[in-house]
């Protein structure tokens, strides 16, 4: 399913999207994992049940439902999701408390079959016993010195007015497809260079676009130069193990990297990993672009699902473009 932006989300909704994120990677492939599912109401056919998560395998119902409060969920909350189980016939719930549970809960919810779910802190100490750390890297490609060079007849050239042009270029989709262009070009040496990081390329090139007009004038030719070099930004991150309250780290279901960059995490099922990069709560400096990432382990880990959101943040922050004006005939 596609996944929503980040940015403007409820944080209720973040904890879900992350709860569903670590039960896509632990349910495997041939489940139906979805977040925020609607589903039929045996006893009203014409009603819709809203579910935070569904897990559907087979001809069997799980339900998953979250809570993001700050104090230990209690015996209350349980005995809903015990009557929800039996009323939507579903084959078993779990319940994700982001603040704990209390212990009648426990108790509750282990009488009457709800599995209970955690995400508790790792200590430095159990990071380092854990020692499955990944290092997540973005890097990008900083511009510098770019000037577009347009060509028009000398006619045109008389009728431009300087402020209107630049105003329409900053809204002109056109620049997405200069910076496109530029990166195919200066990726070339600057992706398999990648640790030099003081090396900057020149580039320069034409793009021929039918019927592109500026202040209403047509462009007879579009010539585009600058410098790029490639920079990088490492994230750091805090370890959350998600489980059973009473379970230890090495038995726990999932351990989760949550990284300084928005819903940015990495989840982990022994060797298993699921990484999605959350681009919306990004914040370039003018004239940097994102290109990758780079996920490296200590040790070799299947890398199941890779997700990116916020895909907004792609497009190139305006900068300090230098524009030329050429008249022709």
Request: aromatic share 8%; with cysteine; net charge neutral.
């Amino acid at each position: 399913m596609p996944r929503p932006r980040s940015s403007g989300a409820k944080p209720s909704d973040l904890f879900e999207q992350r709860i569903h994120r670590i039960h896509e990677l632990i349910e495997g492939f041939d489940a139906e994992v979805t977040w925020n599912d609607r589903i039929i109401d045996p006893d009203q056919p014409s009603r819709r049940r809203q579910i935070d998560i569904t897990v559907k395998r087979d001809d069997r119902l799980r339900l998953i439902e979250c809570r993001l409060h700050s104090n230990p969920q209690n015996v209350k909350w349980i005995e809903e999701l015990i009557g929800r189980r039996q009323s939507l016939g579903a084959q078993e719930v779990i319940a994700v408390s982001a603040s704990g549970f209390t212990k009648g809960a426990v108790a509750k919810a282990s009488r009457h079959n709800i599995v209970a779910r955690d995400l508790r802190e790792l200590s430095d100490e159990e990071v380092r016993e854990w020692g499955r750390s990944i290092s997540l890297t973005l890097y990008f490609f900083a511009y510098s010195d770019v000037v577009l060079t347009f060509t028009f007849s000398t006619e045109s050239v008389m009728r431009i007015d300087a402020t209107r042009l630049r105003d329409e270029l900053a809204r002109h989709p056109i620049l997405i497809s200069v910076f496109n262009a530029a990166a195919k070009l200066v990726g070339q040496k600057l992706i398999p260079a990648v640790e030099d990081q003081n090396l900057t390329v020149n580039f320069s090139f034409r793009l021929e676009l039918d019927a592109f007009t500026l202040c209403g004038e047509p462009v007879l030719d579009f010539a585009v130069k600058g410098k790029a070099k490639m920079v990088s930004r490492q994230l750091s991150a805090r370890v959350q193990a998600y489980g059973a309250p009473s379970r230890d780290l090495g038995t726990r279901d999932a351990i989760v990297e949550n990284y300084d960059l928005g819903e940015t995490a990495i989840v982990h099922d022994g060797h298993r990993i699921s990484t999605h990069i959350d681009l919306s709560a990004l914040e370039l400096p003018p004239l940097h672009q994102f290109r990758y990432a780079r996920v490296t382990g200590q040790e070799t880990l299947d890398h199941e699902v890779f997700s990116i959101s916020g895909y907004d943040a792609l497009r190139v922050k305006e900068g300090r473009i230098a524009i030329e004006l050429v008249s022709y005939g």
